[in-house]
């Protein structure tokens, strides 16, 4: 198990999202909805299946919740929610943190994943250099590679997401590089309340594979104009 207080260390040799901790487990609910287009740091959402696709979505920071209790369900809801733990807006805005775990975790986990993944969200901010005015330069994206499902029943539910991911500041005096990770994330979810909700995450890295076409890491600039330029992967579902 990677614990979300030992991100830093790995980000430094350039893992990129969020693990999962001992406690279970893009853009902005708590005043207002976000349009039915957000996706993970992008701006459209759209359906990458139609087994799982949530019976009267509803979105708490864009994050889609409300998923049918089926395996396909369970498997865009464990899809989307890694998502959206690896969005700029989660790892720079304690209070969409606080929202986004409320609404995807169970009521007994969300406690103490909150605490540990603002401990781990402060790390990183210090380990980039970043500060309230420029999280803004913050580049985070994460797309899903595959998912496995290890067990399925109507109550509980344990999914596998092999995610890749880049993050990393928007500029030349960074302390970091932008980078990019591969890691496979294990979440067991339970049907609670009506939708399926994460009482436990866990992580791996990897598989990661060989990086063989001898290209140049990418310059800040153009990192910084391809993020602005280029909408992150739907959410599925």
């Known amino acids: 198990m990677i614990t979300l207080g030992a991100l830093v260390v790995v980000l430094i040799v350039g893992i990129a999202l969020l693990p999962g901790g001992k ?13 039915a287009g957000a996706g993970a740091g992008g701006q459209s959402l759209s359906g990458s299946g139609t087994g799982g696709r949530p019976a009267g979505l ?23 929610y890694e998502l ?5 807006a989660y790892l720079t805005d304690g209070q969409v943190r606080e929202r986004i775990l409320k609404a995807i ?7 103490s994943q909150l605490k540990e993944d603002n401990d781990a969200a402060a790390k990183l901010a210090s380990a980039f250099g970043l500060t309230v005015e420029g999280s803004g330069q913050l580049i985070a994206r994460a797309s899903p590679l595959g998912s496995r499902v290890a067990s399925y029943s109507p109550q509980v539910a344990t999914v596998s997401v092999w995610m890749c ?11 970091l590089p932008v980078s990019a990770s591969w890691s496979t994330y294990t979440l067991v979810l339970i ?3 009506g939708d399926w909700k994460v009482s436990s995450i866990t992580a791996a ?33």
């Open 205 to 237: 890295n990897g598989p990661t594979p060989l990086q063989t076409t001898g290209q140049k890491p990418t310059p800040v600039d153009v990192f910084s104009s391809t993020n602005r330029d280029f909408d992150a992967p739907p959410y599925v579902g």
């Open 84 to 88: 959206a733990r690896s969005s700029v």
């Open 58 to 80: 509803r979105l708490v920071d864009g994050v889609p919740i409300g998923y049918t209790n089926s395996r396909e369900g369970a498997v865009a809801a464990a899809v989307n």
């Open 191 to 193: 049907w609670q309340n």
């Open 23 to 35: 406690g279970g487990t893009n853009a902005a609910s708590g005043s207002a909805p976000a349009a």
């Open 105 to 111: 975790m169970t009521s007994e986990a969300a406690p």
């Open 165 to 175: 991911g880049v993050v990393g500041v928007a500029s030349a005096n960074a302390p």
